[in-house]
């Protein structure tokens, strides 16, 4: 079977890497599809006879909106990471849900608060997850057109990016989620902080993390956790997954 990631200027992706080691015997395959439109790179993935394709970053907005079904979580966030082809119809999922989930389990317990830089749908699915795990979740972004009608929608809190140190400040947990290099937290001190990076490449927070002697959490983490269920939707077998983590380790 054929799969795939939909996405823009992805050449630095480490997904079909993450697949080998998942599917070591190459009965399937997994490319990467790099397009300026969502709709195209969709339209060629099925003509090309794809099984299924995850999508990223600026891509899953839209792929929910082509979908014809979507799932819980994807209706919730607005965005799916993964398209299923099926009987000449469009299922979505999305597994980011599953990768921010399994992420912060460890450092995340009932009442503590978060804030989240970003609310495009890499961020929206961590508001969801982080909501579901019983957080108090603010989530931040430049554009309250998009911010507070999904905050609204999940009874979350919202602030302007703006004022996101101060909230920071309050928060146990911060999911950066926004896609490029910025200056959001500069001269932040990050002691006493759980802080989970979505951009595994050429991160932002991660050297300020680790000086402040907070727990950084970078995206590979994010990106092995949603590739996981993504993998398992894709094939209907289980990955190698003790070999996925070995391989997300070396990064």
Same mark, same amino acid.
């Given at each position: ?46 003509? #090309?006879?794809?099984?299924?394709? #995850? ?5 899953? &907005? ?43 389990? &460890? ?24 909501? &579901?795990?019983?957080?108090?979740? %603010?989530?931040?972004?430049? &554009? ?44 932040? #001190? ?11 490449? #050429? ?16 995206? %590979? ?31």
């Amino acid at each position: 079977m054929k799969f795939g990631l939909l996405g823009e200027s992805i050449s630095h992706s480490k997904s079909p890497q993450l697949f080998k080691a998942g599917y070591p015997l190459g009965e399937h395959s997994y490319e990467l599809l790099d397009f300026k439109s969502a709709k195209e790179g969709i339209e060629y993935a099925i003509s #090309n006879g794809f099984t299924a394709i #995850n999508v990223t970053t600026p891509f899953k &907005d839209t792929a929910a909106g082509l979908a014809n079904a979507l799932d819980g979580s994807s209706k919730r966030a607005w965005a799916s990471n993964l398209l299923y082809f099926k009987s000449g119809k469009i299922y979505g999922f999305n597994t980011d849900y599953c990768g921010v989930k399994d992420s912060l389990k &460890d450092y995340v317990s009932e009442g503590m608060r978060a804030v989240i830089l970003g609310c495009g749908g890499a961020g929206r699915a961590a508001a969801v997850a982080l909501k &579901d795990m019983g957080v108090d979740v %603010i989530i931040s972004t430049r &554009d309250e057109f998009t911010g507070e009608p999904f905050a609204f929608a999940e009874r979350i809190g919202y602030c302007r990016m703006d004022s996101v140190k101060e909230f920071a400040k309050k928060s146990h947990i911060i999911v950066d989620a926004i896609p490029v290099r910025h200056l959001k937290l500069s001269s932040f #001190n990050f002691r006493g902080k759980v802080v989970l990076e979505a951009r595994y490449n #050429n991160p932002t927070l991660k050297r300020s993390v680790i000086r402040d002697g907070g727990e950084y959490i970078s995206g %590979i983490s994010w990106l092995l956790h949603q590739a996981i269920p993504s993998f398992r939707i894709f094939t209907g077998e289980e990955p190698n997954i003790h070999a996925m983590e070995i391989l997300a380790s070396e990064w």
